[in-house]
């Protein structure tokens, strides 16, 4: 399984970026597909994630309703839009995958096999 990060670069607050992670590899159905940042002196924190069979979607408090991640399964890739950035949005974004079985533990690291390099976003005040 290949995953490539893109999408990151710098903004002001309140504008706006689109992440997408290219996976590549195997099929992925029944994959769960998660978004993770780390920001400098940071632990790796959980951003959002998505099963790829049925597209159910699960978001974390900091970024509900200002994120959205989705997938296209015709492209195998799967992005990550968000809205009304604010500073402490800033971290480099990484993209994981956990092959099945998956469990209800998707906003831990430690339950996806496989990562992307990251991508840098900037949000500035």
């Known amino acids: 399984v290949q995953l490539q990060a893109s999408g990151g670069g710098s903004v002001q607050a309140g504008g706006s970026l689109r992440l997408s992670c290219a996976a590549s590899?195997?099929?992925?159905?029944?994959?769960?597909m998660g978004w993770f940042r780390q920001a400098p002196g940071k632990e790796r924190e959980w951003v959002s994630s998505?099963?790829?069979?049925?597209?159910?979607?699960y978001y974390s408090d900091s970024v509900k309703g200002r994120f959205t991640i989705s997938r296209d399964f015709a492209k195998g890739t799967v992005y990550l839009q968000m809205n009304s950035l604010k500073p402490e949005d800033t971290a480099v974004y990484y993209c994981a995958a956990d092959e099945p079985p998956t469990n209800i533990y998707y906003h831990k690291p430690g339950s996806y096999e496989y990562w992307g390099q990251g991508t840098l976003v900037t949000v500035s005040s």
């Open positions: 590899g195997r099929t992925f159905s029944g994959y769960v």
């Open positions: 998505i099963r790829w069979t049925g597209g159910r979607t």
